[in-house]
């Protein structure tokens, strides 16, 4: 007769069994192939819920007290307090830059740059359709016309050969934006600004410390405009700064970022010019001034994660991390961007891509839509204004051509990126993002199914 066993004698059995198994499973490949089964499927998640990204943004007791001393001042606006005037010039020496105006936010800095260079109504500005929609924006609220390049597949930034075609008598400046914290190829576009007798207006908002051929951008073209918005790898909540080389490209972006002010030594008294209040307060300056100690030592470690993670995620078939130009001396990786290409992973849509990778804990984003089809453009070819200076035929058209960017549309249906907080942690981290991608790669067609 069979005895039954105790609960005690049963564990032990099972225990032992399991074990065993366990030992036999391990010996033909088994336990392996569990361990690295995607957590979409059920597996173990690369990263565990109690590890943490580093989080942004990073406040030290230096933040505290730089503010703490402004709150006592009494002093919180520019006019009155001597910290954004500290805060400048700290900037554009660490850029090595003559100028630097401190704005509200990137968005202002990038109006007031238009502004200074008196392009409005009637003038049409060179940009690239991958880009958050200020740089557009800050167009349009001049009266110009925004035309759209085609984006570069293996950089992510403008397309400088696509630029010819675009220039007309109407051109008045280029305004290539360093996405992601990488640099357009400045060379290219200052050769074409200086055959063609236009400004340049560098749209670095995502590119702090980043250099072309060793110089900071923001310094090689006409002017340069950052911003300091929360997300950023210098950040003040919201903020922004417009640097130049030119004194009086200077004085104007000042004097119209005072409500149009007058210029210091201009012989007008009161207004000079139209403007607006974009100025930067004096808190914001001082969570600028500490933030900056910090900044270079942010960077290096940024840049010496992404270069390792590069050599893990190009050795993927299926993964292109975004190149660089041979110029970009320096990449300040605000975003770590690559394209993914559905087809080495068994057809495995990138949305579905990205959830496998959210269920291993690392978040990652689709990034930007095509930005020259966005619905806010087609609003301008019924705008009052816009009608009044451009006409019903020209406006359309103008959609019309602006809304084919096929480069760009490919690049917005296959690109993912990770935030450049995600590049402030140890080495392990990137490792643990190669690896949840070979997971999911090596079972794609499975979670494709799922
Ligand atoms: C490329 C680019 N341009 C302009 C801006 C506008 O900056 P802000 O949000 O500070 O106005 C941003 C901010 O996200 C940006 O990424």
Redesign the pocket.
């Known amino acids: 007769m069979i005895q039954p066993l105790s609960r005690r004698e049963c564990a032990k059995q099972f225990g032992a069994a399991s074990a065993s198994l366990g030992v036999v499973s391990q010996a033909i490949g088994l336990a392996k192939a569990d361990e690295t089964k995607p957590a979409i499927l059920g597996g173990p998640a690369v990263r565990k819920k109690t590890e943490r990204w580093t989080k942004w943004p990073i406040i030290a007791e230096n933040d505290l007290r730089m503010i703490t001393d402004v709150l006592k001042s009494g002093l919180w606006n520019r006019l009155s307090g001597p910290v954004t005037p500290r805060f400048e010039a700290a900037w554009a020496n660490r850029l090595g830059a003559k100028h630097c105006l401190a704005t509200a ?4 800095a ?1 109006i007031i740059a238009l502004a200074a260079m008196d392009i409005g109504p009637g003038d049409e500005v060179i940009v690239p359709p991958y ?2 929609a ?2 557009v924006n800050a167009v349009l609220l001049h009266h110009a016309l925004p035309v759209f390049a085609d984006t570069d597949l293996n950089t992510f930034q403008i397309d400088c050969n696509s630029i010819a075609a675009l220039i007309r008598a109407e051109t008045a400046a280029l305004m290539p ?1 360093h ?1 992601g914290g990488s640099v357009a190829d400045m060379d290219h576009i200052m050769r074409i600004a200086s055959e063609k007798k236009i400004k340049v207006i560098e ?1 670095a ?2 590119s702090p410390l980043a250099e072309w051929n060793g110089k900071a951008v923001s310094t090689i073209g006409d002017a340069g405009c950052f ?3 929360a997300s950023k790898n210098l950040n003040a909540g ?3 700064a417009f640097l130049t080389n030119q004194s009086d490209l200077f004085e104007e972006a000042r004097s119209f970022h005072n409500n149009g002010r007058a210029k210091p030594n201009s012989g007008v008294s009161g207004y000079g010019r139209n403007g607006a209040n974009l100025r930067l307060t004096e808190f914001q300056s001082a969570i600028l001034l500490a933030q900056m100690e910090r900044l270079e030592k942010q960077s290096q470690t940024r840049e010496s994660n992404a270069k390792y993670l590069t050599e893990q995620l190009q050795a993927i078939p299926g993964i292109m991390p975004a190149r660089m130009y041979p110029g970009c001396t320096r990449n300040a990786y605000h975003l770590y961007m690559f394209r993914y290409n559905a087809e080495a992973f068994a057809g495995l849509s990138r949305e579905s891509f990205l959830k496998a990778l959210g269920a291993e804990g690392i978040p990652g984003s689709s990034g930007y839509s095509p930005l020259n089809k966005e619905h806010f453009l087609k609003v301008v070819t019924s705008n009052k204004g816009f009608l009044r200076i451009y006409g019903e035929k020209h406006l359309n058209d103008w959609y019309e051509t602006n809304s084919h960017r096929p480069a760009n549309d490919r690049i917005c249906s296959d690109a993912v990126w990770f935030t450049q907080n995600m590049l402030l942690g140890p080495r392990s981290d990137m490792d643990q993002i190669a690896e949840a991608i070979r997971r999911i790669q090596k079972h794609a067609a499975a979670v494709a199914r799922a």
């Open positions: 936010n990137g968005t202002s990038l880009t958050f200020a740089s934006v996405l749209d908002c995502q911003s300091f918005q919201e903020g922004g």
